[in-house]
């Protein structure tokens, strides 16, 4: 596996220390201060990102390996496939590059959408707990084509959030551990999690 270079092994040392703190990052913010929070801290730690440079391609992979940890808090209530198709269109990218998808297309995969189950919108609590898992499906497909770091802090912050205010057990905590200690590091190497390294969140 890839060394991770110092100033991402201090930041990742912060996140640790920070553990039971807010690590927010959303687009109601000033840009400023989401790239000063912790999940900002992390994702300008991966260095530069251009369009398909090597730290736009770890920061996508990133935002889809959390993207597809948080779908168990969409699935719970929701059935609606859209924001497995949105992590689809980011993973065939780095497979493919800009030929596997066009801008449209990523455009549609990039809007958030509103979780159902048999074609009935989720209300309610169901709605708040599930909501935020599409949204960070959602940021995945958008990161393709902004290729801006906030973007893959926004996406952390929504699978963050997604286990934060879902009833799945324990799962931000999980979460936050598993992101540091398996999905930064994958990232980096550029490589996939396997189906063990990926897991399960606790269910309710």
């Known amino acids: 596996m890839a060394q991770l270079p110092e100033i991402l092994d201090l930041v990742m040392m912060e996140l640790?220390?920070?553990?039971?703190?807010?690590?927010?990052?959303?687009?109601?913010?000033?840009?400023?201060?989401a790239l000063d929070s912790p999940l900002g801290?992390?994702?300008?730690?991966?260095?530069?990102?251009?369009r398909g440079n090597e730290t736009h391609?770890?920061?996508?992979?990133?935002?889809?390996?959390?993207?597809?940890?948080?779908?168990?808090?969409?699935?719970?209530?929701?059935n609606n496939r859209e924001p497995h198709q949105a992590i689809d269109a980011a993973q065939a990218w780095l497979l493919k590059g800009d030929e596997?998808?066009?801008?449209?297309?990523?455009?549609?995969?990039?809007t958030p959408t509103a979780p159902s189950?048999?074609?009935?919108?989720?209300?309610?609590?169901?709605?708040t707990?599930?909501?935020?898992?599409?949204?960070?499906a959602a940021y995945a497909a958008e990161l393709v084509m902004s290729a801006d770091a906030i973007t893959a802090a926004y996406g952390l912050s929504a699978a963050d959030k997604a286990f934060d205010l879902s009833p799945i057990g324990k799962g931000?905590?999980?979460?936050?551990?598993?992101?540091?200690d398996v999905a930064v590091p994958a990232a980096y190497a550029q490589r996939e999690l396997t189906r063990e390294e990926l897991g399960n969140p606790p269910t309710v």
């Open 16 to 33: 640790r220390r920070r553990i039971d703190e807010s690590w927010d990052a959303d687009e109601t913010m000033p840009s400023a201060d």
């Open 41 to 50: 801290h992390l994702v300008t730690a991966f260095g530069l990102c251009t």
């Open 57 to 78: 391609k770890r920061l996508t992979r990133l935002t889809i390996f959390a993207a597809r940890r948080a779908l168990p808090c969409w699935e719970l209530y929701a």
């Open 100 to 110: 596997a998808y066009s801008l449209l297309e990523l455009q549609k995969f990039s």
């Open 117 to 127: 189950i048999h074609g009935a919108p989720l209300v309610g609590k169901q709605f």
């Open 129 to 136: 707990d599930t909501v935020l898992a599409g949204v960070a």
């Open 172 to 180: 931000r905590a999980l979460y936050r551990q598993w992101l540091l």
